[in-house]
Nanobody, 122 residues
Framework: QVQLVESGGGLVQAGGSLRLSCAASGRTFSSYVMGWFRRAPGKEREFVARISSGGYITFYADSVKGRFAISRDNAKNTVYLQMNSLKPEDTAVYYC???????????????WGQGTQVTVSS
């Protein structure tokens, strides 16, 4: 079992940057594939990025590729999402999730954080 807590959200102007963090409890963090998802107002939750358990393989949604970077520090039980060149359409609640399958399908992630709000003003 792992518990996830996101932080780092906030209000930023278009073109700005934010770094989200997701701190995990438990001793098995390094065994999990970690993902970031987001839910924009009035929309379904969507995949943003994922990283392999060892941190060597990453994958991004086309909408964030080249602007966002996912990373992890297994010694600190934390996964990060560096978000650059933010756009108003990036406004959403951002969630981190843990699972055992390298996938973009949210149903395959067993553990979720409570989310952190990111608002990008134009």
């Amino acid at each position: 079992q792992v518990q996830l807590v996101e932080s780092g959200g906030g209000l930023v102007q278009a073109g700005g940057s934010l770094r989200l963090s997701c701190a995990a409890s438990g001793r098995t963090f390094s065994s999990y594939v970690m993902g970031w998802f987001r839910r924009a107002p009035g929309k379904e939750r969507e995949f943003v990025a994922r990283i392999s358990s060892g941190g060597y393989i990453t994958f991004y949604a086309d909408s964030v590729k080249g602007r966002f970077a996912i990373s992890r520090d297994n010694a600190k039980n934390t996964v990060y999402l560096q978000m650059n060149s933010l756009k108003p359409e990036d406004t959403a609640v951002y969630y981190c999730a843990a699972g055992f399958v390298a996938t973009s399908e949210e149903a395959k992630y067993a553990h979720w954080g409570q989310g952190t709000q990111v608002t990008v003003s134009s």
